[in-house]
């Protein structure tokens, strides 16, 4: 084996030295890819429940604002005034049905309990489509001669699977009592 020589041990030494930085910034690259990995979804996960609070919190307040609006403008009409489009920017499609029953109870709505999974027809409407929706009511003023109460329904995925929300409905009901 021959000797090294003073020059040619340092670039020996240079060399390796070389060679194991590369590799701690490989080792550094990696693990902040990893990093990155483990904290998207938990950085999603901790701004999805900021945005269901203020989900919650803007949807009473816009229900209101809305109401207000339509009795001031006269733009709403006795029986049904349909606000599906309006309600799915607080509650859009896909969402998990946990998250949307919390929002609408948060909001101030009474959410009745799921349907149980064998729902029977009734004679007059036989195969329903919304037999499973979940309904929410929310009353909005109750006077001497009229009531109006916003009422939704939320549609599962599929009858009894309540994993995510497939539809929502809903309107303000103008009764004359």
């Known amino acids: ?6 020059d040619e041990f340092e670039a020996l030494n240079i060399a390796e030295c070389q060679g194991r930085a590369i590799m701690m910034t490989f080792a550094v690259i990696g693990l902040f890819a990893i990093l990155m990995i483990l904290v998207g979804p938990l950085r999603r996960m901790v701004n999805n429940r900021i945005g269901l609070d203020e989900r919650r919190n803007q949807l009473r307040l816009d229900i209101h604002d809305l109401y ?3 009795r001031r403008n006269k733009t709403f009409r006795w029986g049904i005034n349909d606000i599906s489009e309006f ?3 607080y509650i859009p499609e896909g969402v998990s049905f946990e998250d949307a029953e919390n929002i609408l109870r948060n909001a101030g709505f009474n959410v009745l309990e799921r349907p149980g999974i064998n729902v029977p027809d009734h004679p007059s409407w036989p195969n329903r489509s ?4 979940v309904i929410a009511t929310m009353l909005l003023s109750s006077g001497f001669l009229e009531r109006a ?3 939704l329904g ?3 995925k599929s009858s009894g699977d309540y994993s995510t929300v497939k539809e929502i409905q809903g309107a303000i009901i103008i009764r004359h009592l």
């Open 1 to 6: 084996m021959k000797e090294l020589g003073y």
């Open 68 to 70: 207000s609006s339509m």
């Open 87 to 89: 309600l799915k920017g």
């Open 130 to 133: 919304d037999k499973y929706d």
């Open 149 to 151: 109460e916003l009422m």
């Open 154 to 156: 939320l549609r599962p």
